[in-house]
């Protein structure tokens, strides 16, 4: 069974989920581990994040698109640049892409991007039951979440589809230029390039840049690669 | 502005919503009305809809896709016949349809099926914020709600939409055959089609059978002829 789901009310359950906010929580993770993070701690609040300081620790992440005061990082992926963060562990809160992930009931639970797509369709190719968990926009439908759910759902080639990942899927399918219809369509992406981040947009919508899958393990992403 | 939510969490404010419950709650009150029943009252509970009991009401609703026991009528829009319902009020509870009704905060609120497409559109047509509200299933994603809102995104030919409507519109745009991709790949219409009411999703995915608009006052959805 392959299903997507967006901004959900209640609590997810299910084999394997994986969790999806392309801009930015879910491509700065994947960014982090891949540059040398050890591990990437999600919190729901800015107090949380802060009461985790210590050495070797970085508080990181975003409210209204921008770094909090105290903070040493944004949600900016770009920032996350090997001399700055190599070995070090990220603490990372965010206005969807982390308050979802408190939403997951699974077995297991990884971070996807268009940054390490091929790394998560292999991850997930012998997994009985998955969950795509789009954080969304306030609540609301973000099309870029949906639009990489229903690029892993295409590339699973799976007949099990629930009507979220039927849908995710068409709709994939019938975008032609995905970078293109993320700036023009994507009211979160308009967003970010009104304030200045359009290198972000650019760079979150790029496919394949890693191949590490963030898998959660006691309340942290670490990295595993799975290509 | 027209945006699409699927089973949303929190309230929707806006100008105009449309609530889409394909299978089948508003495709029964659009029937309902265009057969003659004066009004539609939502209610959220079955203790709320038999405490309505008086003479001219008739109590209807499901649970489970069934008819509640002491319940007069269920949910399948072909048992609202003019000889059973002309002049009455129905008062009508279901599992998803009416319980996302109680999360609208607009100035207007309107029924739409695939029954009454083109009188929605039509109603539409000059409103200039539209939130189109899918029911879902369980909080889930529901194909239907979201290919009739894509129906609907697609015939108002704006710019203004926002990522759920682009994306509605999209899938919408990719389905050839609309009675085929439900009865295929919904998993509600499956569940109904196995309980034996394929002949109610043959129903509900049928266009423009009526023209009346079902208009939300005063808690009680009447009957506005659009076209």
Known sequence: MVEVVMAPCSPVEC????VIDVLRATST?????????SGVIPVKTIE??????????????????QRPEGFDLGNSPLEYRKEK??????????????????????????AASFLNLSAVVE???????????????NGRFSLEDFL???AIVKRLKRDDLEDGAQVAKRYFESVKNK???????????????????????????????????????????????SL
Chains 1, 2 share one sequence.
């Open 85 to 110: 963060i190599s070995g070090k562990t990220i603490v990372l809160t965010t206005t969807n892409g982390t308050q979802v992930i408190e939403k997951i009931r699974s077995e297991e639970t990884v």
């Open 148 to 150: 990489l759910a229903g």
């Open 15 to 18: 084999e394997t989920a994986v």
């Open 179 to 225: 970078k293109e219809e993320v700036k023009r369509h994507s009211s979160h992406a308009k967003r970010l390039i009104s304030l200045g981040f359009e290198d972000d947009v650019e760079f979150c919508t790029t496919e394949d840049l890693f191949k590490t899958v963030p898998v959660l393990v006691n309340g942290v992403f670490i990295p595993k690669e």
């Open 48 to 65: 949380e994040a802060l009461e985790k300081r210590k050495e070797g620790v970085l508080i990181c992440g975003e409210r209204n698109a």
């Open 29 to 37: 993770i994947v960014t982090a581990l891949s540059n040398g993070a």
């Open 123 to 137: 991850y997930l190719k012998n997994k009985e039951s998955i969950v795509l968990v789009c954080a969304g926009t």
